[in-house]
């Protein structure tokens, strides 16, 4: 399939918009493709989701050879030279430049990962270590001959990256014993899995990237970071005003039930950093304030488009009698609607969602009075009502005068 193709695009739109359970699904059948590179692509569009619902993942060994750099990968596009981070795009060559270099080392770890799961620590921590340690000493160190046309990236960025990984792989033992105690990470830990890279900037912003991906709580280890030097505390106070800036979610009226689900993880995250000392410097408040406001608006402002977009132009444009279908997605798109007024409201504008809500009965009974609409019983229209604004603005919209309990709209004007 094209990377280009209407169908290409499509999947990767549907996948941009589908809930967490349904990507989940998806992702499993990705699991089984024959073609795992092509499967890979169709994901690009929804990595940021897939680190925070981590659907369940086969072990294949490009994944787990750059497991302990997993928190400064990013798409090639974004990738910027000198930045400590690697461009996905070079993950499938330097893992087949190790199979080619290390062949047998290499099939008996496949041989080993076959039928494993990426959730099995202890298989991933046993294979992985092997491959770490066989990555380390055995990657070729010059590029391949196809390395620019693999990887959109010039032959002179092949030294750095491989330098960057191999680094990180040297150490990554001791680094994955702390992502192993990631939900506890003792500081004595945290201090074994960075003291190799502590003079050495890029390797170590390379593994604290990966612990604070990999914890619960990343501004705990970036704290405890900053207490081993100067340049721990430089990466730290650099890699905390990161992951600060990818926290701010994508709110989509095209979705609401996912942009719920993305704006909660963000209010978590804002409302941690709000109640630990880690906000630190004044620019740092202040600019937590300022993406707090952003998200805020964000949310009012999807709120307000997917509940006309997604509920009343489609009620109002019904020319005949809903299925049981369409009132099921409907009341499915209402409960999305209500998620993310929920979740803007843990991030500001409580009283704005506040007058939303309190319009809706008033705009629905508009839509049952004109007489042109036919689609909607009222007790389904109530039923919509009661999921977004609660019981008492349904018992409103079915106490108006006029209106007609269990008959469409067509009937209730004759």
């Known amino acids: 399939m094209n990377a280009s193709s209407p169908t290409r695009r499509q999947l990767r739109h549907a996948m941009a918009v589908a809930s967490d359970s349904a990507l989940s699904r998806v992702v499993a059948m990705l699991e089984e493709a024959e073609n795992p590179e092509e499967a890979s692509d169709l994901l ?22 750059f497991l302990p750099l997993d928190g400064c990968i990013v798409n090639a596009q974004s990738w910027q030279r000198r930045s400590n981070q690697v461009p996905r795009s070079v993950l499938r060559v330097f893992g087949k430049q190790l199979r080619e270099a290390a062949p047998a080392e290499w099939a008996a770890l496949a041989q080993a990962a076959h039928d494993q799961w990426l959730d099995d620590q202890v298989a991933v921590g046993r294979l992985g270590r092997t491959l770490w340690a066989l990555a380390a000493r055995a990657m070729p160190t010059q590029p391949p001959a196809q390395w620019q046309a693999e990887t959109g990236l010039k032959p002179e960025y092949h030294a750095p990256l491989l330098k960057l990984c191999v680094g990180v792989w040297r150490q990554a033992s ?17 201090q074994s899995a960075m003291a190799p890279s502590l003079n050495d900037e890029g390797i170590l912003s390379a593994c604290l990237a990966t612990l604070m991906h990999r914890s619960p709580t990343p501004w ?38 996912v942009s719920a689900e993305r704006a909660e993880h963000f209010a978590d995250v804002w409302e941690a950093l709000e109640n630990t000392p880690t906000q630190g410097r004044p620019e740092r408040r202040q600019r937590l304030r300022e993406l707090r406001n952003e998200t805020d608006q964000a949310c009012r402002a999807a709120y307000a488009a997917a509940l006309d977009a997604q509920l009343m132009a489609p009620i109002a444009g019904m020319a005949c009698a809903a299925t049981d279908a369409e009132i099921h997605a409907l009341e499915d798109r209402a409960r999305g609607i209500r998620r993310l007024a929920s979740a803007g409201r843990r991030i500001g504008g409580r009283a704005a969602y506040d007058q939303m809500e309190a319009d809706i009965a008033g705009a629905f009974g508009g839509i049952m009075a004109n007489a042109s609409a036919a689609g909607l ?38």
């Open 44 to 65: 690009q569009d929804v990595r940021d989701r897939l680190r925070l619902i981590r659907p369940r993942r086969r072990l294949r060994l490009v994944r787990l050879l």
């Open 174 to 190: 001791p680094l994955w014993d702390a992502v192993e105690t990631a939900a506890a990470l003792p500081l004595p830990v945290l």
């Open 220 to 257: 705990q280890v970036a704290a405890d970071a900053g207490t081993m030097g100067p340049m721990p505390r430089m990466v730290a106070e650099r890699a905390l005003d990161g992951f600060i800036e990818n926290a701010v979610p994508q709110i989509s009226a095209a979705a609401p039930g």
């Open 377 to 414: 019983n009222l007790i389904d229209a109530a039923r919509l009502v009661e999921i977004l604004s609660g019981s008492d603005a349904a018992a409103k919209l079915l106490s108006a005068p006029g209106r007609v309990a269990g008959r469409n709209v067509k009937e209730a004007a004759r």
